[in-house]
T-cell receptor
Framework: ETGVTQTPRHLVMGMTNKKSLKCEQH?????MYWYKQSAKKPLELMFV???????ENNSVPSRFSPECPNSSHLFLHLHTLQPEDSALYLC?????????????FGPGTRLTVL | KQEVTQIPAALSVPEGENLVLNCSFT??????LQWFRQDPGKGLTSLLL?????REQTSGRLNASLDKSSGRSTLYIAASQPGDSATYLC?????????????FGKGTKLSVIP
C-alpha cells in the first residue's frame, strides 16, 4: 500500500451519465495529480493541484472536471464522456509540487465508457 | 520537449536469468530519473530514484544506472523471479511553463517464466 487510495476501482458508465472518481492520500502531502493511462500510450498528466490550487491543466476536455477540497482529497467529476475516454485513471501525490519529488500512486480506477 | 523511450516493449526470460531494461531520454538536462513497477490493472510502485548527480542506485536485486550525457538509464534485475513479472516504467521530470511534470516511457512488459 502506498498511502494513496482510489474509489471506485472499476466503473462502467454510459455516455450520458455523470460520475465522480475519488482519491485520498494519507501521507501528509501537499500536491496531488490525476493521470490517464490508455492502452499502448505513456501515462498522460491531466491535472495538478498544489496546496489545493490547480497549477496544471494539460488541455484536458471540459467533460473532465477536477475538484480539490483539501490537500488530502482529490475528485475527478465526469460527464458526457466518450468511448475513447475509457482508460485507467491514476491519482498520485507528492510532498510538494509540481516538482522533482517522488510521486506516490494509487491503484487506479478502471473506467469503461459505453 | 522531453521524450522517453523504453526498449524492448516486451521481454520474456526464464527464471533465474539476469536481465537489463533500457530507458533513453532526449533532453539530458534532467534532475532525476525514476523507475516504477506496474502490476496488471494496478497503480505504479516506485522502485528507484536516481538523482542527476548519481551514477547508480541499488535496492536488493535491482540496480539502476544513469548516464546523463548519453541520455540513457538501465535497470538491471539479478536472478529474476516469477514475481518480477510486471511492466517497468521510467520517468523523468520535465520542466515546462515554470513547473515540473513527469514524462513517462511506454514501459517494458517483463514476463519471467518459471
Amino acid at each position: 500500500e502506498t498511502g494513496v487510495t482510489q474509489t471506485p476501482r472499476h466503473l462502467v458508465m454510459g455516455m450520458t451519465n455523470k460520475k465522480s472518481l475519488k482519491c485520498e492520500q494519507h501521507l501528509g502531502h501537499n500536491a496531488m495529480y490525476w493521470y490517464k493511462q490508455s492502452a499502448k500510450k505513456p501515462l498522460e498528466l491531466m491535472f495538478v493541484y498544489n496546496f489545493k490550487e490547480q497549477t496544471e491543466n494539460n488541455s484536458v476536455p471540459s467533460r473532465f472536471s477536477p475538484e480539490c477540497p483539501n490537500s488530502s482529497h482529490l475528485f475527478l467529476h465526469l460527464h458526457t464522456l466518450q468511448p475513447e475516454d475509457s482508460a485507467l485513471y491514476l491519482c498520485a501525490s507528492s510532498e510538494a509540487g509540481p516538482s522533482t519529488d517522488t510521486q506516490y500512486f494509487g491503484p487506479g480506477t478502471r473506467l469503461t465508457v459505453l | 520537449k522531453q521524450e522517453v523511450t523504453q526498449i524492448p516493449a516486451a521481454l520474456s526470460v526464464p527464471e533465474g536469468e539476469n536481465l537489463v531494461l533500457n530507458c533513453s531520454f532526449t533532453d539530458s538536462a534532467i534532475y532525476n530519473l525514476q523507475w516504477f513497477r506496474q502490476d496488471p490493472g494496478k497503480g505504479l510502485t516506485s522502485l528507484l530514484l536516481i538523482q542527476s548527480s548519481q551514477r547508480e542506485q541499488t535496492s536488493g536485486r535491482l540496480n539502476a544506472s544513469l548516464d546523463k550525457s548519453s541520455g540513457r538509464s538501465t535497470l538491471y534485475i539479478a536472478a529474476s523471479q516469477p514475481g518480477d513479472s510486471a511492466t517497468y516504467l521510467c520517468a523523468v521530470p520535465y520542466s515546462g511553463a515554470g513547473s515540473y511534470q513527469l514524462t513517462f516511457g511506454k514501459g517494458t512488459k517483463l514476463s519471467v517464466i518459471p
